[in-house]
């Protein structure tokens, strides 16, 4: 436990500024390579020249970690997970993953963020703990939206 809570220690982290979509790419294209299968799974819609303040790595293992659990819970078929990132009134960036599965159900919502908590046999549930770790020490925030049946990655916005 002591190495999953040092994850929000500040000095382990190189937040820089990011352009969204061409990591997205890069980032797909690696998906891609451990789950071919998902070919043509993922739509999106992305606000042009969308730059944020993240550390890459952290980025790259949230996206991974929603990604992977809206493949696995989604219908597997063409366009089933969408991605879309949009500002926020804030001027941070909202970045969610939906896909075309029924959603979290109303009991187990509150337990989603907890570590250690999974409804998969082969889970060590922490993903998302971490997940929302890795967030919140990039000045982000990690959440689901129950009436969206959404995750919602809140991204700060890179300064101009």
Not at 18 to 29: G, T
Request: proline share 4%.
């Amino acid at each position: 436990m002591r190495r999953v809570s040092s994850l929000n220690k500040r000095d382990r982290i190189d937040r820089q500024n990011i352009l969204f979509e061409e990591f997205w790419n890069s980032f797909h294209q690696e998906f891609l390579l451990t789950r071919p299968e998902a070919a043509g799974a993922f739509k999106t819609s992305f606000i042009k020249n969308a730059a944020v303040v993240f550390d890459p790595m952290h980025l790259q293992q949230i996206l991974w970690n929603l990604c992977n659990n809206a493949w696995r819970h989604s219908s597997r078929r063409k366009d089933a997970v969408t991605v879309t990132v949009y500002p926020q009134k804030s001027g941070n960036l909202s970045l969610r993953v939906f896909d075309d599965g029924g959603g979290v159900p109303d009991n187990i919502v509150q337990h989603l963020f907890e570590p250690f908590y999974t409804t998969q046999a082969e889970g060590t549930g922490l993903g998302l703990y971490i997940a929302r770790e890795l967030a919140h020490a990039n000045k982000g925030d990690l959440r689901y939206l129950p009436e969206k049946k959404a995750f919602e990655l809140i991204l700060p916005k890179a300064e101009s």
